[in-house]
């Protein structure tokens, strides 16, 4: 079981409560962070793409 608390904090954290066996706590913990990893990659692979455009729509209008 899950239980999750919105904090009040300008990072837009969230506390979570995982109840259980100590043995599914374990496998939560690691699918949440699993979860926020991907999650994290996705996020930075998709700056990455922004700024690749930014860069060829500079490098176009040099060209002009």
Do not use: D, T
């Amino acid at each position: 079981m899950f239980e999750l608390k919105n904090l009040e904090s300008p990072e837009e954290l969230i506390e979570v409560f995982i109840c259980g066996s100590q043995n599914n706590k374990v496998r939560a913990k690691w699918m949440l962070q699993s979860m926020a990893e991907r999650y994290r990659l996705h996020q930075q692979s998709g700056v990455l793409k922004l700024e690749e455009s930014m860069k060829s729509l500079e490098l176009g209008q040099c060209i002009e």
